[in-house]
């Protein structure tokens, strides 16, 4: 079973605070994605990478960052955390992109 | 207007009963139509997946592509506690890259 681990699963931060988002993926997945959830909205897509080094903004790119410098490791980076980036972040991975596997999410608040 | 339109709900039917989920989407060109489930606290695993229009079953899950009236149904037989969750329609964008996650409808299935 593929496995995505989400380093924390509650997060407290204050605003304009910088912000590290964790995933892990042990399946050898080319693609990695970052999501975030709200009521309402679904799931919107952050950034995603379908290589080391390579990544692609998204839909809702504005004040977040990505990093991976694995194959197997994807990290979102919050600059300077605001208030409206309250939200459950979702890591996923894909192998050809169709399926993606998820981890149990971050839920992030900042105060 | 949102690419992909779905009701949130929530939705209580009684166990047993036959459940229809349903989603319409904008995009003539998706080609793939996925169906993920998320229980609470959890991230959104596949349930299942159709390519083009049609049917496709999977147990007690049917899932059905019109794409001429560019609608999406997921339809549970013989519902159970355990089918209560948020279930979440998702066309694959042409390219097969990018998910475009409808809001989801949480489901609750009363014993």
């Known amino acids: 079973d593929v496995k995505v681990t989400q380093s924390s699963r509650y997060l407290v931060k204050r605003t304009g605070e910088k912000v590290f988002l964790e995933c892990v993926q042990d399946m050898d997945h080319e693609n990695m994605f970052w999501y975030r959830q709200d009521p309402g909205l679904g799931l919107r897509l952050i950034y995603f990478s379908y290589d080391v080094k390579m990544k692609e903004k998204g839909d809702i790119p504005e004040g977040y960052s990505v990093s991976r410098e694995k194959k197997e490791r994807f990290s979102l980076i919050l600059e300077s955390a605001s208030t409206n980036q309250t939200s459950m972040y979702l890591c996923?991975?894909?192998?050809?992109?169709?399926?993606?596997?998820f981890g149990n999410g971050t839920r992030l608040t900042v105060t | 207007q949102k690419e992909v339109e779905q009701d949130p709900g929530p939705l209580s039917v009684p166990e047993g009963a036959i459940v229809s989920l349903n989603c319409t989407y904008s995009?003539?060109?998706?080609?793939?139509f996925m169906w993920y489930r998320q229980y609470s606290r959890k991230g959104p695993e596949l349930l299942m997946y159709t390519y083009s229009s049609g049917n496709k079953e999977d147990g007690r899950f049917t899932a059905q592509v019109d794409k001429s009236s560019k609608y999406i149904s997921l339809f549970i037989r013989d519902s159970q506690p355990s089918d209560s969750a948020t279930y979440l329609c998702?066309?694959?964008?042409?390219?097969?890259?990018?998910?475009?996650f409808g809001a989801g409808t949480r489901l609750f299935v009363k014993a």
């Open positions: 995009n003539s060109a998706f080609q793939y």
């Open positions: 998702a066309p694959l964008t042409p390219g097969g890259f990018k998910t475009i």
């Open positions: 996923a991975s894909s192998l050809e992109g169709k399926a993606l596997h």
